[in-house]
């Protein structure tokens, strides 16, 4: 399917058009780095996204891998998604899947899960790769105490755009009228843009909320360029198309429909409480993994990640 991108429309300066300019912070976790776009100083959300992390680049030697101990959510859904690598996901409703590029892991938290993300022992063996993109939806007000679920969709599974260049795999959501098969609870996109040298790609146009993140190389936006490492967000309406630098690009566009009521988020938990929040921080602390609302992986129930003194003192951010 096209989308017709080379018909570049008349959009405003970036100046204009773009609302915030979001340059995520780096933070080396002993060789592996993460860059978090989202939440912000400068916007806690962009659509129903409200958590974004860029992890890597990043090569590891034998034995070297990724060990994310068992966790908690509530209201909200995790999507993982890679460029390079692997990882193993293993959740409290009994789900062991591996995750490879081009595919979707969905885990909708609800009224509570817990996951952990490990690098497989096979990779392990081997010197290997890692660099991908984590976020968080948050549920609407109707969904947040929903029943957990998990999907998972092959790459092959996701709808593809080609024209002029723009390669746009759309992960989920809908946009240029295809749907992704993943299940959503709101209005929301979240597509994969490759650009060859000079292509074009335009935002979608129906979504209220739009934003675009650059991974790799560099886009221009009405005169002004990015580097990668950015995170645009742009103004409600307004007609936007971006160009890759003459390196090429790689994006993550990404948004939807805003949230009605306000979103709190504490550690691993997002909410339209902060009551809500204080009651699921208590069931982690008191480990009841029998009778309390979490229950451990299967398969991975050796261990957890405890809630510091540090954490504790924390508060909810809105």
Known sequence: MSWNPTQDPECPGAGGALETLIIPRARDLGGFEVRRALPSPQRQMVGPFIFFDQMGPAEFITDGGIDVRPHPHIGLG?????????FEHRDSLGTHQMIYPGEVNWMVAGRGVTHSERTSAETRATPHKLFGIQTWIALPEGSEEMAPDFEHHKEAALPVLEDGGAT???I?????GETSP??????TFYVDVTLAPGATFPLPDNHEDRGLYVTQGSI???GDSFEEGRMMVFRPGDPISVKAGPQGARLMALGGATMNEKRYIWWN?????KDRIEEA???W???DWEGGPFRLPPGDDAEHIPITPELDRTRPKG
């Open 285 to 287: 602390k008191a480990a």
């Open 269 to 273: 938990f997002v909410s339209s409480s």
């Open 220 to 222: 221009e936006v009405a």
């Open 172 to 176: 989920l959501g809908s946009a240029y």
């Open 182 to 187: 993943v299940t959503m609870q709101s209005e």
């Open 78 to 86: 995790t999507v993982t998604y890679l460029y390079q690598g692997e």
């Open 168 to 170: 746009a795999r759309l």
């Open 281 to 283: 921080k208590q069931a």
